[in-house]
T-cell receptor
């Protein structure tokens, strides 16, 4: 099925370890996003990308890095895992024909990665 | 800074009841507003998307309205069913600090009792 695919679904990390959360979309969406969701806190934007080779910080970027070498993939890197990064991470994508005019077709979310740092 | 508030935080109703979920946002300069559904341990499923120029959208038993000038949206669910039990999230898409962002409310957790 077309959509946003995230891997892994679950992961436990030790403090100081690093990992990459994978995200792929096959809808030819130009925009891609990474959010984290903490209980009772809603979703917070970590990083986003408006196209291949272009990334920008969101609301809570510290401790994370991203890259966007192709339209399809938008991996999120955690370099030195900390307990504060325990969360559920969602990748999303959208299409905006004219940047600045919003995503006319709405947003598609992946099923999430549940990360625990111990 | 755009802030999105959803009221109530939780709602429990008997099956068959019609209900309204509320969403408010502080900055009316939005491109669109989207309602999502999230089941426990799952991702977000888009329900309805309302562009800033629209007043409402309908899909089956769901109807979402948008009053951009007052910064409000409502999601109306008709004839609720136990399968409607989930958390409903409202999100607005707007430009902030020179960048485009989707800002979420914290959600309304709906329980429909058989």
């Amino acid at each position: 099925n077309a959509g946003v695919t995230q891997t892994p679904k679950f992961r436990i990390l030790k403090i100081g370890q690093s990992m990459t959360l994978q995200c792929a979309q096959d809808m030819n969406h130009n925009y891609m996003y990474w959010y984290r969701q903490d209980p009772g806190m809603g979703l917070k934007l970590i990083y986003y990308s408006v196209g291949a080779g272009i990334t920008d910080k969101g609301e809570v970027p510290n401790g994370y890095n991203v890259s966007r070498s192709t339209t399809e993939y938008f991996p999120l890197r955690l370099e030195l895992a900390a307990p504060s990064q325990t969360s559920v991470y969602f990748c999303a994508s959208s299409y905006s024909r004219v940047p600045g005019q919003g995503a006319a077709r709405g947003y598609t979310f992946g099923s999430g990665t549940r990360l625990t740092v111990v | 800074k755009q802030e999105v508030t959803q009221i109530p935080a939780a709602l429990s109703v008997p099956e068959g009841e019609n209900l309204v979920l509320n969403c408010s946002f502080t900055d009316s300069a939005i491109y669109n507003l989207q309602w999502f559904r999230q089941d426990p341990g799952k991702g977000l499923t888009s329900l309805l998307l309302i562009q800033s120029s629209q007043r409402e959208q309908t899909s089956g038993r769901l109807n979402a309205s948008l009053d951009k000038s007052s910064g409000r949206s409502t999601l109306y669910i008709a004839a609720s069913q136990p399968g409607d039990s989930a958390t409903y999230l409202c999100a607005v898409y707007s430009t902030q600090g020179g960048s485009e962002k989707l800002v979420f409310g914290k959600g309304t957790k709906l329980t429909v009792n058989p």
